[in-house]
């Protein structure tokens, strides 16, 4: 089924509003020198709640705009996903008159967001000593790899190769005894970009109090290393350690979806309550009783191995649509395992809107996502399609105060790029 046809009609014709005053953020300006997935996750939700965000790009543009299938070239679907709500400008800051043309706009800006080394952003001279000079308010936030104190300060970072440094690769060894492995998303890069928001409104939050700005650093290995830690520091936690890491429930092979009879299900049987159900369901309430394994979540873990193996085997002699009947009846969690396009069909998230057409000024009809949170008083939305590359480079210099020849000046020298009219 084309995705578009199971989109309830009230949310097909959804019009994008950029000027609403309700948004939360709505009256600040973020700079946006960020690209490929980190940063721009971070400043699509900041564009969501309705800050202006203005999107820096270098003339050639954000290369991940070349990433997918495409209708027009720079505009592929992963970087539509996480560029919407942005303005696009284009400028080559090696060249002087475009770093000029910058700082006009960092002088009026809230917040400045990069995400390349922090080496490079001082090599062009937009170090946080040299912005706060001009902005004292200004909430500087860098997304980088490291920690600037460490060994690592300088070092490339890209989602695999935090992916393996962070110990999250390891875990499907620990699992399985299989090879290390990437979780097939760019975990680390949009985990690190969420982090990125909250340091965002953190600090903005701070400014209200003390009037000014302050730089803020991001790094993307501490904070997965934190991520990954958080469950599986186990025994590691004391001293002296008393294990060697890990949780194991979390590592059992058998934690994965169960085969059924026609497909797979996802299901959890996780408290006292619901390993009690779960018998029950069986008609084995008698051997729940007296299986000293059941007796707790304690003892459970202990033995979560083999109760996996039997939870599998007892899923396998019935229907997905069965399971998914008997487990809901009896208040067990369980919930369908969807491949990416059965997802766009899912009941819930039909009934709640999540997926929106969009009709996009150069790429047409488009499926886009809405945001995930809800706000009773000052509901947050896409307010601007992803841009073409330099489509507001015009727009966005004008209203630095740059006159019209000094904008066209630019461009003809190549220090500036505009997106032709549509």
């Known amino acids: 089924m084309d995705a578009f046809t199971i989109l309830d009609n009230k949310f097909m014709n959804q019009a994008v509003n950029s000027t609403s005053p309700k948004l939360p953020l709505a009256g600040l300006r973020v700079i946006d020198l960020t690209a490929v997935l980190m940063g721009p996750v971070a400043t699509q939700v900041l564009g969501e709640m309705g800050a202006d965000v203005i999107k820096i790009e270098a003339p050639d543009g954000d290369m991940v705009r070349l990433i997918g299938p495409v ?3 720079g505009m ?16 080559d800051l090696k060249n002087a008159d475009a770093k000029a043309a910058l700082l006009e706009l960092v002088k009026s800006a809230d917040v400045f ?40 300060a300088a070092k490339p970072a890209y989602d695999d190769l935090i992916q393996g440094a962070s110990g999250l690769a390891s875990l499907f060894q620990m699992r399985d005894g299989s090879a290390p492995a990437y979780v097939p998303n760019a975990l680390a890069d949009r985990i690190t970009g969420l982090a990125a928001v909250n340091a965002v409104l953190g600090a903005l939050l701070e400014r209200e109090r003390s009037g ?6 991001v790094p993307m290995f501490e904070t997965m290393v934190n991520f990954t830690l958080g469950d599986h520091m186990g025994g590691l936690s004391f001293a002296p350690a008393l294990d060697s890491g890990g949780y194991a429930r979390q590592l059992a092979p058998g934690r994965r979806p169960y085969r059924t009879q026609d497909g797979f299900i996802s299901a959890l049987i996780y408290t006292d309550k ?25 003892t459970r873990t202990l033995h979560v191995h083999a109760l996996y193996a039997e939870l599998e085997a007892i899923l396998a002699t019935r229907s997905t649509a069965q399971w998914l009947d008997a487990l809901n009846a009896a208040d067990i969690p369980a919930m369908p395992v969807h491949d990416l396009q059965s997802l766009l069909s899912d009941p819930h998230l039909q009934a709640t809107g999540h997926f929106q ?15 995930a949170s809800r706000w009773s008083r000052t509901p947050i939305a896409n307010t ?23 904008i066209d000046a630019l461009i003809a020298q190549g220090a500036a790029k505009a997106a032709s009219p549509l």
């Open 71 to 73: 209708k027009h070239n």
């Open 76 to 91: 592929g679907p992963v970087f539509i996903n996480a560029n919407r709500n942005k303005r696009s400008v284009a400028l």
């Open 113 to 152: 967001i990069y995400n390349v080394r922090p080496q490079a952003v001082a090599r062009l001279g937009l170090g946080y000593e040299a912005l706060s000079a001009i902005n004292p308010r200004l909430v500087y936030v860098g997304v980088f790899g490291y920690a600037q104190d460490g060994p690592y």
């Open 212 to 217: 000014l700005g302050q730089r803020v650093d």
């Open 274 to 298: 619901q390993w009690r159900s779960f018998y029950q369901l069986l008609g084995r309430e008698d051997e729940f009783a007296h299986d000293e394994r059941l007796k707790s979540l304690a």
């Open 357 to 371: 057409a969009e009709q996009h000024p150069s790429e047409g009809q488009l499926l886009a996502l809405r945001s």
């Open 384 to 406: 601007r399609p992803a841009p073409r590359l330099g489509e507001h480079t015009r727009e966005v210099l004008a209203e630095a105060g740059l006159s019209a020849a000094a």
